[in-house]
């Protein structure tokens, strides 16, 4: 079955420290793999995507996230933190295969000054 | 939430009361989404449309319906079937639902429904 995992409920970093927010997936074929954030009570925003090509892929804010098939993860990350970048994260991946979205749990972060 | 309306932002339900949600889009989108936010989990699928008059249900469709009478609105109603409610739903579109441009799903502000 097709999952994705945001083993991370919460991560706490400090503003101007790197943050790492953690995505790996359980996919049949090759996925299309995507970042959204969400702010309170607000819909989500789309944050970057990876259909194919370079691994490392840069996005919204300042956002990238690295692609690594070996290892099943598209973790999403950021050189410096900004106490405007807490909020939710949510990962999503698609089979190219089939039509619909698997979402991760979400994972929130917190940047503290 | 460039181009994709809902309303209202809050709607509140009394007991064996069906309730319709608005989701309006005016990005000339072929697709269309309609998902559940619950706390702790990840979005979950209602219903999706790929073009005007059609729709399929998702993983969690009983209780809920839609229609598609225009390529730019998709309205859900939640009816008195559906036990548990309180949510937080969330419409998306995106320009279609095959080929490599074409998946990335762009969301409305969402819409909270509460149970009196």
């Known amino acids: 079955a097709q999952s994705v995992a945001q083993p991370e409920d919460q991560v706490n970093v400090a503003e101007g420290n790197p943050l790492t927010v953690k995505c790996t997936y359980s996919?049949?074929?090759?996925?299309?793999l995507f970042w959204y954030v969400q702010y309170p009570n607000r819909g989500l925003q789309f944050l970057l995507k990876?259909?194919?090509?370079d691994n490392l892929v840069k996005g919204s804010y300042g956002f990238e996230a690295e692609f690594n098939k070996s290892q099943t993860s598209f973790h999403l990350k950021k050189p410096s933190a900004l106490v405007s970048d807490s909020a939710l994260y949510f990962c999503?991946?698609?089979?190219?295969?089939?039509?619909?979205?698997?979402w991760g749990a979400g994972t929130k972060l917190i940047i503290k000054p | 939430d460039g181009g994709i309306t809902q309303s209202p932002k809050y709607l509140f339900r009394k007991e064996g009361q069906n309730v319709t949600l608005s989701c309006e889009q005016n990005?000339?989108?072929?697709?269309m989404y309609w998902y559940r936010q619950d706390p702790g989990q990840g979005l979950r699928l209602i219903y999706y449309?790929?073009?005007?008059?059609?729709?399929q249900k998702g993983d969690i469709a009983e209780g809920y319906s839609v229609s598609r009478e225009k390529k730019e609105s998709f309205p859900l109603t939640v009816t008195s079937a559906q036990k548990n409610p309180t949510a937080f739903y969330l419409c998306?579109?995106?320009?279609?639902?095959?080929?490599?441009?074409?998946?990335?799903?762009?969301f409305g502000p969402g819409t909270r429904l509460l149970v009196l």
């Open positions: 999503a991946v698609r089979d190219r295969g089939d039509y619909q979205l698997i």
């Open positions: 998306a579109s995106s320009p279609g639902l095959a080929g490599i441009n074409q998946e990335t799903q762009y």
């Open positions: 996919v049949s074929g090759n996925p299309y």
């Open positions: 990005l000339n989108h072929d697709a």
């Open positions: 990876y259909i194919t090509g």
């Open positions: 449309s790929q073009i005007v008059n059609d729709f």
